[in-house]
């Protein structure tokens, strides 16, 4: 791993800075040296999760108008481009919005990009890019993503490969799964599950599964994602990769209710519910990261969720407010309309 000399004057804007990935990389951009401008639309995150001292700008990645300004206005040197709404399951039936902020948003900001001559574009995908049956997930396999966020994500990983052949834009991409830990949208419904898991406790509900539990993710802790996602830059080698980030171990559901329920101190119902249409089994492997990153997932599940309950402790239970735009209804799922 050879490390670049990064500078202190670098300027980064980060995109979803306010939300959970986003608002940890850019702390830790803020450690490494970086000036950070955080473009963020606010409709997951808030802006108490913006670090101190980054320069805050409410603003969605689909204004044009408005990126083109930011770019205008500040000698960009990488772009770290996080802004996503990363409900896969919630993809199917809100496509028009998915694509919408998670394609054109990102072709937004490639487009800005090129033009001002950005150093380095780092994108984060997904492991939905995998689809299903394709374990470990590595990043020599062939991309069959099986919902609209993982066709998206993989469409922005081939835009910008397509834009360095063009254009010459070097890119680093990182396919991150299943992160949990602080700062992360407890009140979001339709994703995250471990957070929906603390949220239902707090609030003394059955902790909702969908099918029968067994499927399994590899949970990872953000503590462990985001300083490899913000150094990568200073990686020479890490130029026009891809790597999968999160951690090596899986988990079913049914393992991690207990594991949530066991860190909070208390029991309740865990209620399953019909089965929906998602990848059963998914973990990647991280052997690249590891050789061209040094990265390690070092937090065990129970002590990053252990953290991440103490977190949530604090900030106690939050509403969840249904999604206001649904496109398509059939085959909903019928506990994402329950008020």
């Known amino acids: 791993m050879q490390l670049t000399s990064a500078r202190v004057s670098s300027t980064s804007l980060v995109t979803g800075g306010a939300g959970f990935i986003g608002c940890h990389v850019a702390r830790d951009l803020q450690e490494r ?27 969605s990645i689909t204004d044009e108008t408005l990126v083109a300004r930011l770019f205008e ?11 996503a709404y990363a409900a896969e399951g919630l993809s199917h039936f809100i496509r028009r919005f998915n694509y919408t902020n998670n394609l054109i948003g990102s072709v937004n900001l490639i487009n800005e990009a090129i033009r001002h001559k950005v150093e380095c574009f780092v994108f984060t995908s997904s492991i ?3 689809g299903a ?22 469409a922005v990983e081939k835009d910008l490969r397509a834009a360095h052949e063009m254009f010459g834009l070097d890119s680093i991409v990182f396919r991150p799964h299943n992160v949990y ?16 898991f603390l949220n239902q406790l707090m609030q003394r509900k059955p902790l909702t599964i969908f099918g029968d539990g067994t499927q399994t993710r590899a949970f990872s802790y953000i503590g462990d994602v985001a300083p490899a996602i913000a150094r990568a830059v200073e990686v020479k080698e890490a130029c026009n990769e891809v790597f999968n980030v999160g951690a090596d171990e899986a988990t079913s559901l049914n393992e991690l209710a207990e594991v949530v329920m066991e860190a909070y101190g208390e029991r309740t119902e865990i209620r ?4 929906r249409n998602e990848v059963v089994h998914a973990y990647s492997d991280h052997e690249k990261a590891r050789r061209i990153l040094g ?12 953290r991440t309950v103490a977190w949530a402790r604090a900030q106690g239970a939050r509403k969840t407010p249904r999604f206001a735009n649904i496109e398509i209804t059939e085959k909903l799922p019928p506990v994402w309309l329950e008020d």
């Open 128 to 130: 939905a890019v995998y």
């Open 73 to 83: 206005e500040h000698d960009f040197r990488y772009v770290y481009h996080l802004a």
């Open 181 to 196: 830990g602080e700062n992360q949208n407890i009140g979001d419904r339709y994703r995250n599950v471990l957070g929906i």
């Open 295 to 306: 990265m390690e997932a070092r937090t065990s599940l129970a002590d990053g969720v252990a």
């Open 272 to 275: 399953h519910l019909p089965a």
């Open 133 to 154: 049956n394709q374990l470990p997930m590595r990043e020599d396999l062939d991309p069959r993503p099986e919902d609209p966020y993982g066709i998206a994500k993989l």
């Open 33 to 59: 040296g970086h000036r950070v401008v955080v473009l963020d639309d606010l409709s997951g995150g808030q802006t108490d999760n913006v670090p101190p001292g980054c320069s805050f700008v409410q603003g």
